[in-house]
């Protein structure tokens, strides 16, 4: 956004006083941060299109194809020539190295890309044929470019070869998009890391290439100069999976070399002024050192997180980046800035909101559903702050502080925050997490972290050690960051649009918009008599909708090693390096499976309408009910707005409603121990969404809560619907307060707007945090928050030039106001501000 | 016939000598930046409106 002169000519306390926070962010970042912040090209979508100027990247298309080829005479296992292929991309791909900046890395080649490896699918590779508007220029003959990739890979992506695994009804009817997103694979999703293995300062990529080495010595030795044994043949699948790690290992080693070398050439070449000389050089030691080796300060190891996030993008599409920057990159923090004092605060302030501005340019070219669910970002990355050591103690360091400062400082939209909230958090620590809400980030979000310690040790049975090690692994769901705990790949095809539960009880299983028989013909709908009628019905749909999704799933996991392998991935992953196994082989994984629930509030307000309208007070009858759902409640508005009005809304404290909210989640938590992941652990239920909710209008019929097709759902997870929670946020709390967050479901995402005015000062902060203990002692697992006035957002609206930088709380992630679409940006503004 | 080791651009690559890098500055709308491109030393320039003699 261009500074307003006159804006910039107020001090910082007059714009603090009148809550422009990104003008006030502005005046105080460094001259580096300010740069290298307004150097980002936004890779979020807006509207299913990305930003003008935005491009798909062909490079790694192209480099791919020459190594595929060069593979066709002697082809190999999967694995192994996907770790030469990405070898050869990361040898060969453009490098750059952005003015001022001290990190380096980006999964494209130039920094107006999005990356698009043309391996992956059919459906996506058509997608960017028919998006000219992500063409590069000239757009005639880079279109022939893409149909060149698209030819070339169509049928020999990882989808056309998954797609013959699965049980097609099935997947027909995923695929449909009806009742869940995605394609079940091991290269599209969230991957964790484990950072126990790799960010504790013990190992770089050369002391685990000295591993894998050994283990291949030792393999080799087994198969070619000992009595053969019945095991032989997994023994050369080991021996294949150990050589696939060992070239991509030494291609990341060499590519971060390419970076020292630029750096380098540009010190001795190119750079006049002498500050920027040393920067430079020091980005080349940087290099040299990492990813090859374990970081020695701070920049190395902020560089080698960023590597190994990069590298993984470069195997795969990533939605989500679990991480937990304040725990890993503290030793170094406090050796460089308190102990030695190589840098002071200032500069460490730098590389940490630079760290930040990295991770907000990177962006892969995403299909159409995931454009439109997360509206104005490139995923949901949500970083972990806080939390406790393996030993129960606080875990909130100076570097908790400082990413919270920098966030303020760079307001990117992504990544966002999350914060572990325990009982022993500081003052100090929780004003600087109220500072980042108040100056309206909408993150970080809060998690009751004792709460939520224990919910991963009854759901996953993740030991108490490793369950406290835990990280985001998309927008909600903890995940411990250790050998078997960590999570490879979460496919986001697990993702349910629960508001079909209720709609398939009064159209008996069959979608109207779909036109297919999605689950099991339950009984006419108009023949119920009794409520529990309607329950029996409504368990049967969701146990069908749950476990179609459950089972596409369940296959994608256990055909990954031999598919979609990870060679990458495998290689940074101590179960891997140990057992020659691909990571994504269940048998070395614990399990930490869920099942995201989108637009799941409205099957319990819809419930509790008919069990008021119809059953108890017999107001209308099915017969009625239906022909309105039927006819989308055209010509029945009288009656909608009764299903609206005078049936009992859920986040008032309303026990009618709220059991109704109880007993569905405890049917699902019930059916979540029968599913089972193919690492033999549970399937719990996560209710939330990301901007699922104006994705899905569309797609969901009419319900009983007197919502119309079309209408945009409710913002999810157990949110109140929008305007409906009219007693106040203490209500809110006390409905939510009635769910077990333990036993009843895995997390449960709750969106509240809180008025910036009210949370103005010490009074502001004191109300919060009085706010939070309540909602701690309600035993809640998470709630997030927007603070920016309506009188913001709808000027924004009018003038979205003047409001680029205003950021708003969308879901499980943060958006830039302007970057989403105009029907969320009303289902934002509909929320209801509490006051508390 | 121009080769790319006969540009000024070209950093050959002492450890593998077939090779080197192309770097160029850009500036774009955003922002201004050097990328690096693996070249072979021998590559024909023909194609490449950038090329710029040392000599």
Redesign the interface.
Same mark, same amino acid.
């Given at each position: 956004m261009a500074a307003n002169p006159a804006v910039l000519d107020q001090s910082i306390e007059s714009l603090e006083k009148n809550q422009q926070w990104w003008w006030v962010a502005e005046k105080k970042r460094s001259r580096r941060l300010d740069?290298l912040r307004? #150097?980002?090209?936004k890779k979020g979508a807006v509207g299913g299109l990305y930003n003008p100027?935005v491009k798909v990247d062909l490079e790694q298309g192209f480099l791919g194809m020459e190594s595929w080829q060069a593979n066709a005479i002697f082809p190999e296992p999967e694995n192994i020539r996907l770790a030469r292929e990405l070898a050869h991309f990361l040898?060969?791909k453009?490098?750059?190295?952005?003015?001022h900046a001290q990190l380096v890395g980006y999964v494209g #080649?130039?920094?107006?890309t999005v990356s698009w490896d043309p391996s992956l699918g059919e459906m996506l590779n058509e997608e960017i044929y028919n998006d000219p508007s992500a063409i590069p220029d000239p757009v005639d003959e880079n279109l022939k470019k893409v149909a060149e990739l698209c030819d070339f890979w169509a049928g020999k992506t990882l989808q056309a070869r998954i797609i013959p695994a699965f049980d097609l009804e099935g997947m027909m009817k995923v695929m449909s998009g009806a009742i869940g997103w995605g394609l079940p694979t091991s290269r599209s999703g969230y991957a964790g890391k484990d950072y126990e293995y790799l960010m504790t300062g013990k190992r770089g990529f050369a002391d685990i290439l000295v591993e894998v080495e050994k283990k291949l010595d030792e393999t080799y030795d087994k198969l070619h100069n000992q009595p053969p044994k019945r095991d032989n043949s997994s023994l050369t699948d080991k021996l294949q999976t150990w050589e696939a790690m060992k070239i991509i290992l030494e291609a990341c080693i060499r590519h971060g070399k390419?970076y020292a070398?630029?750096a380098r050439?540009?010190a001795e070449?190119?750079e006049s002024d002498s500050k920027r000389k040393e920067e430079l050089v020091r980005i080349a030691e940087t290099c040299e050192r990492v990813p090859a080796h374990a970081p020695r300060n701070l920049q190395e190891s902020l560089q080698y997180d960023l590597f190994i996030q990069l590298f993984s993008r470069t195997e795969a599409v990533e939605g989500a980046w679990p991480s937990r920057p304040d725990y890993y990159h503290w030793p170094y923090y406090k050796k460089d800035v308190i102990e030695d004092k190589s840098i002071n605060e200032e500069a460490a302030m730098d590389l940490v909101g630079e760290f930040l501005i990295r991770a907000a340019e990177v962006g892969q070219y995403k299909p159409r559903w995931t454009k439109e669910g997360l509206q104005g970002i490139d995923g949901t990355w949500v970083w972990t702050l806080g939390g406790v050591y393996p030993d129960g103690t606080d875990a909130c360091n100076d570097l908790t502080v400082a990413f919270l400062r920098a966030a303020r400082m760079v307001r990117v939209a992504n990544p966002t925050f999350a914060f572990r909230w325990h009982p022993k958090v500081k003052d100090e620590v929780m004003r600087e997490v109220f500072e980042c809400i108040r100056h309206g980030l909408g993150y970080p979000s809060i998690r009751n972290d004792p709460l939520l310690v224990q919910n991963s040790m009854h759901w996953h049975g993740h030991p108490l050690e490793e369950a406290r090690t835990w990280v985001h692994q998309a927008c909600m769901s903890p995940c411990p960051t250790t050998k078997h705990g960590f999570q490879p790949m979460r496919m986001a095809s697990a993702t349910a649009n629960c508001a079909k539960i209720v709609e398939y009880v009064f159209t008996q299983g069959f979608d109207k918009v779909v036109n297919m028989q999605m689950t099991p013909k339950t009984d006419d709908p108009r023949t119920f008599t009794d409520f529990e009628q309607v329950m029996e019905a409504w368990n049967v749909h969701m146990r069908s909708i749950f476990g179609l999704l459950v089972s596409g799933v369940n296959r994608g996991r256990s055909v990954a090693s031999r598919i979609t392998p990870r060679p990458y991935l495998s290689a940074v992953s101590e179960r891997s390096v140990e057992s020659g196994l691909d990571v994504c082989d269940p048998s070395i994984s614990r399990g930490n499976a869920w099942i995201t629930g989108f637009t799941w509030v409205e099957n319990v307000d819809s419930l509790a309408a008919v069990k008021k309208l119809v059953f108890d007070e017999k107001r209308y009858t099915m017969d009625e009910l239906c022909k309105a759902l039927e006819a989308n409640w055209e010509g029945y508005e009288q009656m909608r707005l009764d299903f609206v009005r005078d049936a009992p809304k859920w986040g008032n404290d309303d026990d009618f409603v709220d059991n109704l909210m109880v007993r569905c989640l405890q049917d699902v938590a019930k059916y979540s121990r029968e599913l089972e992941c193919p690492s033999g652990n549970s399937w719990p239920l996560l209710p939330e969404n990301v901007s699922g909710n104006i994705h899905y209008a569309n797609m969901v019929g009419a319900l009983p809560n007197g919502r119309r097709l079309g209408d945009a759902l409710y913002d999810g997870g157990i949110s109140p619907g929008p305007g409906l929670d009219k007693k106040g946020p203490t209500a809110v709390l006390k409905s939510c307060g009635k769910i077990d967050h333990v036993g009843d479901g895995r997390a449960f995402l709750l969106n509240q707007r809180l008025s910036p005015s009210q949370l103005a000062g010490e009074k502001g902060y004191q109300l919060w945090k009085a706010y939070i203990r309540t909602w701690a002692d309600l035993g809640l697992d998470h709630v997030q928050f927007n603070m920016v006035s309506d009188e913001t957002l709808r000027a924004a609206q009018r003038d979205p030039e003047k409001y680029q930088e205003v950021i708003v709380r969308v879901a499980g992630y943060s958006a830039h106001f302007v970057d989403i679409s105009r029907k969320t940006q009303d289902n934002i503004i509909q929320r209801t501000i509490q006051g508390i | 016939m121009a080769q790319c080791k006969e540009c000024r651009n070209f950093f050959s690559d002492e450890n593998q000598p077939a090779f080197g890098d192309c770097i160029r500055k850009t500036v774009d709308p955003r922002q201004a930046y050097f990328t690096s491109k693996r070249m072979e030393a021998l590559r024909d320039t023909n194609d490449c409106p950038d090329f710029s003699n040392k000599k």
């Open positions: 740069y307004k #150097s980002i090209w100027g040898d060969n453009t490098i750059f190295i952005t003015d #080649s130039l920094p107006h390419r070398r630029l050439i540009l070449n190119y | -």
